[in-house]
């Protein structure tokens, strides 16, 4: 399959390069596809504009877990996310900021205000995973948002979606919270 990728990158649409490395981070192959991956990181910049919510969502994910691409293509995908920000679901808002905190990239302008603008208004559709990894990238970031990290504990602690944390969630959310210094009593009972 790398080989095929690599052979036929420039027929490989958004969704086409979404799905093909997502399975390839899925299955951490890196090392042994890393022509692939730079063949695929060739292709985003022109084609990430194309592609769905779903799509940009997972370029995004799957470039920053198998920790490749020049930080050009990340910008462009920034670009791409900023184009469907009034469709992004939460998931899609946590890993975008969760890619650039991951690669230790600055996304340009206002990006992750922009973000937290659009999370305030799908606040209610956050579940465990998004609330940790939203929290853990704007830390990262160096780019709290106070108001929404208040938003995001009340939602967590009145949905009851506390009792559904996995371990990694949980110890990124508190940490997050901690190095924000935002004490949250309900949340930290």
């Known amino acids: 399959l790398a080989r095929a990728g690599l052979e036929r990158a420039a027929d490989f649409g958004a969704m086409d390069i979404a799905?093909?490395?997502w399975a390839f981070a899925k299955?951490?192959?890196v090392d042994a596809a890393r022509d692939f991956w730079a063949a695929m990181a060739s292709e985003v910049p022109a084609k990430v504009?194309?592609?769905k919510v779903n799509d940009v969502s997972m370029i995004a994910w799957s470039f920053a877990t198998a920790d490749v691409g020049p930080?050009?293509?990340y910008s462009e995908i920034a670009r791409a996310t900023r184009r469907l920000l009034d469709d992004l679901p939460p998931q899609s808002l946590s890993n975008a900021l969760w890619c650039f905190a991951t690669k230790g990239l600055r996304p340009e302008g206002?990006?992750?205000h922009a973000i937290c603008q659009r999370a305030r208004h799908?606040?209610?559709e956050f579940v465990e995973f998004d609330v940790a990894n939203m929290c853990w990238a704007l830390v990262v970031l160096d780019a709290v948002?106070?108001?929404l990290f208040d938003l995001l504990a009340n939602h967590?602690?009145?949905t009851g979606l506390w009792k559904r944390f996995p371990a990694s969630s949980a110890s990124n959310l508190a940490w997050a919270f901690a190095v924000a210094k935002f004490a949250h009593a309900p949340l930290f009972d």
């Open 19 to 21: 799905k093909m490395c």
């Open 27 to 29: 299955f951490d192959v």
């Open 49 to 51: 504009h194309d592609g």
């Open 71 to 73: 930080e050009a293509m």
């Open 110 to 112: 206002d990006f992750v």
């Open 122 to 124: 799908v606040i209610g």
């Open 145 to 147: 948002d106070y108001e």
């Open 156 to 158: 967590t602690v009145a």
